[in-house]
């Protein structure tokens, strides 16, 4: 069962993350250079910022503390978060604030179709805090997002970066059946370290979602994504490819994991470059149309162009 968290009685240090205010404080380890990434604050940054708060946006890049929010943001590309700021899970590795959330805005589908026409997007991505405490999980807001977006924003092809709407049946259905072009759904990491890492969450649950977009739409492209970093095997993240391919998965993501605060899950070793461009190949070689394997890959990274390169890499696999 999952467990919701009570942030009515906390103090304002302990509103973001209550479930771990107990917890051990952990190193925080140097980063190499490898990691090391330019402060935002460009115009173009600064324009985006704007637009994002005055149309009253939550965006993925601020709550997941994204290392690449400067570079996106530059290049007027931004992840919206809908259903929320707050989380129903309690994630070791995620910096997205947890407890109960307030009610879902019934009006928030028109107004993140509307900011998507206005921002003149060519692709979005549109993701969401986990909602267990909905009794759907939010499917329909979210299928509701994506109507909202085709309606008042047509050209935009629509990325989603979903919950994995445990224990709520028939909601994963009524999100596929809005036909998003893009679905994803992140394994996040390894089996072994699911009670650890994602103890919300159950490993196989979300890889059985993936292979059902497959079976209910196979035109829709399937994503996912896994963290590296965290005491994981090469052996076990080469299983997890596997399963992947077998799920009908065609785009995978790997990045390293970068610990938010000294009291989320602790990095066990950076993973090097050449590292990531040996897991590159070896995904290539196991049938995913595209990969993303790097120290900042993250989910949304580049999301816009991979999506053109997903569908000429699949005209080129397929013929159509």
Known sequence: MVTLIDT?????????HPEKQNRP?????RKPDWLRVKAPGSGQYNETRAIVKAKGLVTVCEEAACPNIGECWSQKHATLMIM??????ACAFCNVKTGLPQPLDTEEPGKVGLAVAQLGLNHVVITSVDRDDVADGGAAHFAEVVRQIRLQAPNTTIEILTPDFLRKDGAAEVVID???DVFNHNLETV???YLKIRPGARYFHSLRLLQMVKERDPNQFTKSGIMVGLGETREEVMQVMDDMRSAGVDFITIGQYLQPTRKHAAID???TPDEFKAYEAIAR???FLMVSSSPLTRSSH???NDFARLKAARLSHTGR
Do not use: I, M, N, Q
């Open 269 to 271: 070793r950076f993973v």
């Open 84 to 89: 929320g700021d707050t989380c129903t899970r």
């Open 25 to 29: 404080e952990t190193a925080v380890l």
């Open 285 to 287: 070689a196991k049938g």
């Open 8 to 16: 009515l009685t906390k103090t304002p240090a302990e509103l973001r």
């Open 302 to 304: 580049h999301a816009g």
């Open 191 to 193: 089996p072994r370290l």
């Open 178 to 180: 809005s036909t998003p």
